[in-house]
């Protein structure tokens, strides 16, 4: 029977999110006893291996990521930071999961559009075209997931379904939902010490 380690590992890099004990024998097409097994062996190769990387068992599952002591090291070799405003944005994004351009800019404001090209840049924010072609959807990516370790399918990821997806004329604004209004997606996002721009 072949070393099953190896293939969770590759899933854990090429998903490149928390995954649970269930998705990952999925994905190797084994039973979960088998994927314990081969975390539980991965786990303790990286455990006694010199590497920058490492697993990690989070509330959101078993994720391949890169050992904080190298954390500065990340800081010092990617440049820039995203501002206060720009993080705003990316909380707003998240908390609607989907979110069309111009609704974001008549919430947010216009300063909204210097963020977006910044997150889509930094990979936390992907950019479809509506049917219409008149603007764009907006979503978070997995990146952002992986980067703040935000389980997809949080509680406070409120479903877009009260925003209309008619034109942005009869948006009632009120339907939005303020990141003010979601402290917890908020100090998940701004509370952060260091925030590079990976």
Known sequence: MPD?????EAILYLKGKPLSLD?????????????TEAMMELMD???HRQSALEVVETGAGYSL?????FNSLLATL????LGVGA???LAAIALQQKIKQSDLIQFRGSGAYQHIPELVELGFVKKSKESDGRSFWLSVTDKFYQYFEIDENA?????????SSSSSDNLDSSELIAPEDNINLEVEILG???FPSI
Do not use: M, N, W
Not at 4 to 8: N, S
Not at 78 to 81: D, E, F, N, Q
């Open 23 to 35: 998705e990952l024998a999925e994905y190797a097409g084994c039973d979960r006893e088998r994927a």
């Open 87 to 89: 993080l705003r944005t």
């Open 155 to 163: 509680e406070f990821l409120i479903p877009h379904a009260s925003i």
């Open 192 to 194: 952060k010490e260091e």
């Open 65 to 69: 990521q890169l050992r904080s002591a």
């Open 4 to 8: 099953l380690a190896p293939t969770i």
């Open 78 to 81: 990617v440049p820039g930071a």
């Open 45 to 47: 190769d990286y455990a």
